[in-house]
């Protein structure tokens, strides 16, 4: 998946806000000064993500000579909402638990080297997805406080059982790793968060016990692995 053009627009998006932030806050009075002392904070995040799927062919051609080969041909935004719970670990380290849902789609073509024929797919997703990640804070300054994140994630697949061409496993895994920025308003905390989200092992469901028709096999017989990514951009509220 190239994913190049939304990497920086988001990186973007978020380095201006930031950049305005501290702009703005030169010789300010601190916001909710005493928020980061709580051992427990909470709250929700509502965000917006570009799904992929990474495909690996095999080379298969089947006996009237088709080869197909595929990728995912697009950008894909979907929306993604969930709960936010933090732990405090030390002055500057945070555990995050962050239960949401990701509403999306991952559009897949397919190309047969023989004739240049094309196929398409839609494959819509809804996971139920559940990171748990660490997050490394700077040092506050006035109302701002920039940090790094590391983790890991699990998702679950509702609609797996309906992808036709090519169907994944529900149950996926993933490493995470983000940058962020608490801003501290008069009120609340808001949270402005870009992260890349890593799918370990292969998804690709190869027995497909459900396809009768044999034409639709060639989709699957073709493809050797296939592995999921996600770049998610979020705001949360605390």
């Known amino acids: 998946m190239n994913n190049h053009r939304v990497f920086r627009f988001m990186v973007l998006v978020l380095g201006l806000m930031v950049g305005l932030s501290v702009m703005a806050q030169r010789r300010k009075i601190q916001n909710k000064p005493f928020i980061d002392t709580r051992r427990w904070h909470y709250g929700f995040n509502i965000g917006f993500h570009d799904q992929g799927l990474h495909l690996v062919g095999n080379g298969y051609i089947d006996a009237e000579g088709n080869q197909w080969v595929a990728d995912c041909d697009r950008q894909n935004f979907g929306l993604s909402v969930g709960v936010l719970g933090s732990l405090k670990l030390s002055n500057y380290i945070d555990m995050r638990i962050n239960p949401g849902l990701n509403f999306g789609a991952k559009h897949i073509q397919f190309v047969n080297l023989l004739d240049g024929k094309r196929e398409s797919q839609d494959m819509k997703s809804t996971y139920i997805a559940v990171p748990l990640d660490f997050k490394f804070c700077a040092k506050r300054y006035n109302n701002y406080r920039p940090y790094a994140l590391a983790g890991f994630s699990v998702q679950y697949d509702l609609t797996s ?78």
């Open 161 to 238: 059982t309906k992808h036709t061409k090519l169907r994944t496993k529900p149950l996926q895994t993933a490493l995470e790793v983000g940058l962020g920025c608490d801003l501290y308003m008069p009120f609340f905390k808001l949270i402005p968060e870009i992260k890349f989200c890593f799918g370990l092992g292969n998804i690709l469901k190869k027995n497909r016990s459900d396809l009768t028709d044999p034409s639709q096999l060639i989709f699957t017989q073709s493809m050797n692995s296939a592995t999921a990514n996600m770049v998610v951009l979020n705001f949360y509220f605390e």
